[in-house]
């Protein structure tokens, strides 16, 4: 039997009526609170918060800590650290140390303050602010320092540099990200050199990545469909770089270091893998280019590395960025 609409208006009235008369108890005297009436108040707290996070997008907002002291102009560079295969984890830090080190600007690594203003690694501290995304890093430090790594190119090039930036970042990197953390996750203690156990607290990350590539749409495809469009992107660098040393010509640019970034990722990292194999056998001129750029700005890639073995506290480190 169906319930009148003056019937249900009536027990909402009489539920909200109650409410009120919790609420008043609780801030007057919550002693007196009668369990149902602590039930009342509780799932209507609960209510109330689902509907606020729900209207700001499920956002977090991140209070950044800063260093107390700080020697000024010194880029503070804040990004993962080492594993035994490469001296950063995140593409976007492999790319925005390699521009540093491209425009010759002083840094310092550091690995212990993981939450930057975006929710994200990497971020800089620089006069004492903190800032984050690496592109937006790049362009802040070109104005700051005086630096143009794309000074000899045309308009046009520097065009060709944007959107292959933003196809290697927008799109080839989730075919990275899919096969390291979701592929490959049963794996990655070898990458980390930490027990299975360990790795038992990084486990949901691989749920909400998987849950980022949905709402993004790439995740939204078949694992064929997937390593088909990846696959079309390692190629279409190979063809542009063609027998170049750097994409854009003898020097390198900016493009290069995102590029780099990314590629690096899959050529050391994901041995194995089909990324792995586009890399050296399918489109050998990207691993030598990688090699180029690492030979040329990286001389301590291998110092970096050889002692990269996680500690507990690396790993809390990677936990607390993960589960952001
Ligand atoms: N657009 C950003 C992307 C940085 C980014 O996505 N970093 C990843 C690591 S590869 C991250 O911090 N992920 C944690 C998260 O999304 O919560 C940049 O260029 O810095």
Not at 78 to 101: D, M, N, Q, S, W
């Amino acid at each position: 039997m169906s319930e009148s609409p003056g019937h249900v208006q009536g027990s909402l009235a009489a539920l909200y009526e109650s409410l009120q008369t919790s609420v008043l108890q609780l801030f007057t005297d919550p002693t007196q609170l009668s369990p149902g009436q602590a039930v009342l108040v509780a799932a209507s707290a609960l209510f109330v918060g689902a509907v606020v996070w729900t209207c700001c997008g499920g956002q977090r907002w991140t209070k950044v800590k800063l260093r107390a002291e700080f020697t000024p102009g010194m880029v503070y560079l804040h990004t993962l650290p080492a594993v035994k295969a490469i001296p950063c984890l995140t593409p976007f830090g492999i790319k925005l140390e390699t521009y540093l080190r491209m425009a010759d600007i002083p840094y310092e690594p550091m690995y212990g303050r993981s939450i930057g203003p975006k929710g994200k690694v990497p971020w800089i501290e620089y006069n004492g602010e903190a800032m984050g995304d690496s592109g937006l890093i790049m362009e802040f430090l070109n104005r700051e320092k005086g630096v143009d790594l794309n000074r000899s190119l045309s308009d046009a090039d520097k065009a060709v540099g944007r959107a292959f930036t933003k196809m290697v970042e927008e799109n080839t990197y989730w075919g990275m990200a899919w096969n390291r953390w979701i592929d490959n996750f049963d794996n990655l203690h070898d990458l980390f050199e930490v027990s299975k156990t360990v790795m038992f607290f990084l486990r949901p990350f691989k749920g909400r990545l998987q849950q980022t590539m949905w709402a993004h749409g790439i995740g939204r495809h078949s694992k064929v469909d997937l390593e088909g469009i990846i696959e079309k992107d390692l190629r279409a660098i190979s063809t542009f770089l063609g027998t170049k040393p750097y994409l854009m010509g003898d020097e390198p640019t900016e493009v290069d270091a995102a590029v780099f970034g990314q590629l690096s990722e899959l050529l050391w990292t994901l041995p194995g893998s089909y990324l792995h194999r586009i890399v050296t056998v399918d489109c050998p001129n990207l691993q030598a280019y990688c090699s180029r750029i690492k030979d040329r700005y990286w001389p301590d890639w291998d110092q970096l590395t050889k002692n990269a073995k996680k500690t507990k506290e690396d790993m809390s480190l990677y936990s607390e960025i993960f589960s952001m």
